[in-house]
Each structure stands twice: as C-alpha cells, then as structure tokens.
C-alpha cells in the first residue's frame, strides 16, 4: 500500500473520523482509522467505528499500490497535524507478520515509522441494501437539529430519550411533506417544524422507477451523540447541498457523498409529546430575546450556587418582567426588563439551565412566552425565522 | 460602609487579587476578599490572601461611607464580571448580628444581597519594618521571569527548587549592581544576567538620607508561585516603570504603587550553580530556533509516547543536525536540519520537554549549542538579545 496525499486534506479528515474512535477501545483494532485505498478511483477513504457510530470520509490521492490497512487514530492524527503543509507519502513496508505492517509516513520535513495492524479484523461499517432513501436540502436538517439537539436527555438510561425523533407529518396522499424534529428529555421539550419538499424512495421503487411511496407514519430516533457529529459535518458543508438519508430497521446512514456517517436507530415509540402542547393560554409575553438571556445570566450568578431557580413575576400594568432569585445560604438578585403582556399579572418559576438553552436555540430578536397558571407548563415561540416551540415545566415554588 | 466604582476597574482588579485566594480555604474568612474603604484617599483597597502569598490592588472610588469589610471571592468576582459596563454601588445594610453583613451591589441593570464577614477575622498582610528596599525597572524584572522562572521545580517537596533565586554579583565597592535570575529543578538550570541600574537602601538609610549599603552577598529565593502571579500584574504595567522590592528576613513585598505583592522567601542555601556550567566546550553548534522547536514538535509525537528522548546527531562535514527518536513500541520519527558546526561529530540525548522549555525562552533568532561529550552538560545561549545560560543535563544512549 503507498499513496501521496495533501496534507491538509489528510489532516481535516481524520479529525473528522477519529470523532468515532473510541478513546477507550474495547477492541485494540477500534483505536485505529482504517485507511481503504482505491487505484481505480484514486481515493482514500477514512474510517472511524465504535461499533454504533461510524464516520467515513474520502479523499483524493495519487494511488501508488492500492490495499487497506488500519493505523494507530491518535498517532496518525498526532503526527499528520504536526507536519508541515504540502504532500504526505504513506506507505508500507514488506512484512511477513500479518498482525504487525510497519508502515511509513513522509514529507519534505520529517519522516516517521509507525506500526500498522491489518485491515482484516476491522469491522464492516452497515451498509444498506433495502429500506427507504430520503434526499433532503442540509440547510433544513441543520435547522432542525439547531432547534432539538440541545433538549435531548443526556441520560444514558432514559434511552429513547437520548435521541431526536424526526417525522413526517401530514396526510397520506401528499408525496412530499414537513419534516418535524423534536427532542425531550422529560423536563422540557423542544419541536422544530421545518417546511422542506423532501424526496423520498423505497430502494425498491428506485430501482423499478416507480413514483414515491405513502409517507404516512415514518418515523426514526437517532442518538443525539451521532447527530452532534453529523452537525460538524454539515457545518463544514454549503447549506444549498443535499444530505440523503438510507434507513431501514436497524440503522441509518447519512451521505454527504464524500463523507458519510451511520449510526445505530434508537429502539422503542417516541413519546407523543404533540399532546404536552396545551391547546390554549391564558396570557402571553413579548420580550427581547438578547435582554432576557442577559438578566437570566446575570441573576443565575446566585441560582447557579444553589436550586438553579428563577421566577418570573408578569406585571402588565408597567409592562414589566421581574425576574427573582433568592437562595437563602447564599443571598438574592433581582433584575427587570420592559415586556408585552397579556392576560392576568402572575408568577412563575423554572430552572435556569433550561431556559437559557431554548432562549438560545430560538433564534430571533423577540420572543413570545405562552402560558396559563404557575403550575402548567410554558411554550416559547420566536418571533419570525425558524418555525419552533419549546415547552418548559415550571418548577412549583413554595412560599 | 457604602461606595461607588466603575465596573471595569473593579472587574480587572478582582480577577487580580483572587489569584492569591485558595480554593479551599482552610479557614472560611480565606475564602473572601477583603475591602478597605477609604474615605481620606478615596479609594478601595481589594485583598486576596493565602498566608503565603497575598496581592493587594487598590482603585479610585467614590467613598459615601468608609469601612472594612469581607466579600466571597468566587461570588463577587462572578457577579462584577457579569454586571453591564458602568458605575456599582457596594453598600452594607445595618445589622446587629457581627458575623454576618447583608450587602448590596446594585448597578444600572440588576441588584444584589449577598452575605458578607467582619472584617476583623481577616489576617494581616504582612509588612516590613526594617530591611532592605531595591528599586528595579519593570522591564529588568520582567526579563529575568521570562528567562528563568520555568526551570523551577513543581515538586512541593524539593523546597528551595520551587523558587527562583535572585542575586547580585560584584563587588563590594559598587552601589548599583547587575542582577541575576536563576532557577533549577535538578535536570536542567537557567540563568539569566540582566545589566540594570539598581538602587538599594537600607529602611534605616533611606530614613536618614544616607548613602547606599554595600550589597555583597545580597540573595534572595522567591516561590516560583508568587513570581508568576507578579508577572501576570508586570504584564499590564509600562516597562518602564519601577518596581520597588522590601524584604526582611522572611517576607518580601513587591511594591508597584496600586497594586502590591507580599510573599514568605524560601529559607535555606540555594545551590552553588554556576559551579555546574563547564568553563569550556570542545564543540558547539548554531541552528534556527524556531526550525529545532519545530523539528522537536514532530519527533516528539513519538517520544510522548514513551520515554520522551531525542537524539541529537552532529554531523559537520554535512553542516547538517539530526534529531532522532526511537520507541520499540510505537515507531521512530527522523528529522534533519542545517547547522553550523564546530568540533568532532558526536551524539547526545536530551529530554524533549526539557529541551523545549528552555528554546523557548531563548529569545533570539539563532542559538548556540556549547557541549563536550555526551554524558556532559550541554549549554544553549542565545545569538544576542537577552544575555541567558540555560544547561541541560543529557541522558545517557544505551545502544
């Protein structure tokens, strides 16, 4: 195996896959990249597998004798981000030991030998051969994971719970439809409705050239930690670019053409979290989003210490939210800001933490606030741009 | 107790002094900084304190109402620094319980009660009677930190290593005096000499208008922990300021006007180190510092890994310098560059972190390599700039 690559191609790339390696392998061979390298193309292509995710990603090189090997990730990436701009030669040298492949790593500075282990005990990456396709435009996923990622529970043993449920909405006829991501991790829960025309196939109806199938009823819960890489990706991409989507009953795979991630599905129904969404409220709020997050800042300098709790108190004759926090060991903080209200003055109370990561995703100048009384849960809508509800419990406060 | 400030001022100058306050105090009280409300000066005095080292930094304020007082470091430092730009008020609220003071800290945007302390239970920084005082340019100072203050010991238990030693040498005749900076952790020793004007008295001299004390002998040894917090605050100053030093028997104070800096010396003799640096080298070696850290950087990748060793080659008729590592485990990394070399050709092994530490630090374009045979101390100085000696100890090549 030899091949010249540049070296700044190598070196984003493998710190792309190597987001899959894990850190702590339970397999020495899981620690490595595998490097397939292709004549006929002249690609190499990078791999990183801890067996639920996998991140692929090709480059083109100058194919000097194709074959496949796996390398040390740490090392490798280590050593290719250390070297100096220009063309990387890496090749191996003749060995008789299977398990051991000395390999070696050159450019105009430096030069390195490193040992290699063979390819053949590294993991397929799942591949797909029938189950549904779906083409959808990177700025719409990008949106949506920006308004569901954060609210997904990082507790691993709340399972479903640790994924975004993305869905089609909508009747059976309509070929083409919205797609919906929402997340929640019991406490809060965060829905994006994007309005995208997707395209989607049966590989199947791909291969006969038939017309797209009824939609009605797809689902999928992909782990947050494999969407969060996925969201690296895009980032890197032009949003005007398509991302397909291959699933079936097990995993799903997300192809960028140069790069392509697969991940395991989340098992288990999604809960129906459309009917936490009260229907109606009683009173609602407008305020400037920026101003908001900044008292919140400001008075969780004491909640922080404590109960991490903040009450809002609605005064619709000033046209004024107060928001409180008082933390008996520690001491109090107040903080107020002009608001549009609506309905009864009342109080209100909810974790901090919560708060600020959906003020954070709703993206736009104002927001609006929904609710009914002190015990039922909030939504938050921006004021234009995404499309996007975000529901708090409030937490009760004792007097 | 009531005063105003601007929040900047206050901001800048806590981070400041919070660097002297434990993280785990051993006495509640540690754990704040003290404020010393002056009416007469109107300013405001903040202090950090560990017993060990305490800094000082003092700010104009509009004082209503003078006193002293006790804030939690941690919780003042987080509520200044997210308080918007502008004036803040600190003010106490009458209370009859002495342990416990409710005080406000209110600002255009958002209001504060936290709990605060007597000041009474907060220790006194030191301060010096009699000694001697030492008038320094920043500048001057500065230099020698940069030059030597790394080469300290991090081992708590190795004591006098863990400062840096600082000491005139001349004679005895001379009222103004060159000052050397020097540190050692047993592996390798820096010393920088500065050429500084210093003027020195005696309290008792100053007082009495006399003329300046012979200073044969005069040498201090300082905690590196100490030095690094005065660089810190020599960082923001003008180099072309002074800084007036005092010290006694135990304390030294380092005096820069509003800010002050107050440590315990380290007691017992520092080493005889210039007996350590050869009087003569059979070879030397001049290369570009930045293409050896360079080089250093790469081959290190693998020396991380393991035993942290680089072998040096110098090969004179090539002009040229080899840097080679080599680790059975993971691989070997080569790595070549020119040099101007005098004297036989030879080979020499030096820890990498070492090595790097003191490149570093030598702040000139070239360097200059002195060594005899591989089992001896070798010397790097600087091709001008700062006049520094920094030696490393090398390992011996087992082959």
């Known amino acids: 195996m030899k091949f010249t690559c540049a070296q700044s191609d190598l070196n984003t790339n493998l710190s792309l896959v190597s987001r899959a390696v894990p850190s702590r392998p339970t397999h020495p061979i899981l620690g490595n990249i595998l490097l397939t390298v292709d004549a006929d193309t002249q690609t190499v292509s990078l791999t990183g597998f801890d067996l639920s995710l996998g991140i692929r990603a090709t480059i083109g090189a100058e194919i000097i004798e194709a074959g496949n090997l796996t390398l040390p990730a740490k090392l490798l990436s280590d050593i290719v981000s250390r070297l100096p701009q220009g063309e990387i030669t890496i090749a191996t040298i003749a060995n ?23 390819a053949t005990e590294y993991p397929e990456l799942p591949t797909i051969e029938e189950g549904q396709t779906l083409t959808i435009p990177i700025s719409v996923f990008s949106d949506g994971l920006k308004g569901a990622l954060f609210a997904a529970s990082a507790d691993e043993t709340k399972q479903i719970l640790t994924g975004v449920h993305i869905r089609t909405s909508g009747s059976a006829a309509a070929p083409t439809e919205n797609l919906e991501f929402a997340a929640t991790d019991g406490h809060r829960l965060a829905v994006v409705h994007t309005s995208a025309l997707l395209s989607v196939n049966t ?189 708090v419990m409030p937490v009760q406060i004792r007097e």
Chains 1, 2 share one sequence.
Request: net charge negative; charged share 30%; glycine share 8%.
């Open 96 to 118: 008789d030991d299977d398990e051991e492949i000395l390999t070696t790593i050159k450019s105009a500075s430096g030069s390195f030998q490193i040992r290699a282990m063979a």
């Open 203 to 391: 590989a199947l109806e791909e291969q006969e050239g038939n017309k797209s199938e009824n939609l009605t009823g797809f689902a999928l819960t992909i782990p947050a930690r494999a969407l969060r890489e996925l969201e690296k990706i895009l980032g890197a991409k032009q949003e005007d670019e398509t991302l397909s989507l291959h699933f079936d009953d097990s995993q799903i795979i997300f192809d960028l053409g140069d790069r392509r991630l697969t991940s395991r599905k989340l098992e288990g129904s999604y809960p129906a979290y459309e009917q936490l969404i009260p229907d109606r409220f009683s009173r609602t709020l407008t305020v400037d989003r920026k101003r908001l997050i900044g008292g919140l800042e400001l008075v969780s300098v004491i909640a922080d210490q404590k109960n991490n709790l903040v009450k809002f108190t609605l005064d619709g004759e000033k046209g004024q939210l107060s928001l409180a926090v008082d933390t008996k060991d520690v001491g109090n903080a107040r903080e107020s800001m002009p608001a549009e209200i609506t309905g009864t003055d009342t109080e209100i109370a909810f974790n901090v933490k919560y708060l600020m990561d959906g003020l954070k995703a709703l993206a736009a100048q104002e927001i609006k606030m929904h609710l009914n009384e002190g015990t039922q849960p909030a939504i938050f809508t921006p004021l234009g741009g995404l499309k996007m509800t975000y529901l």
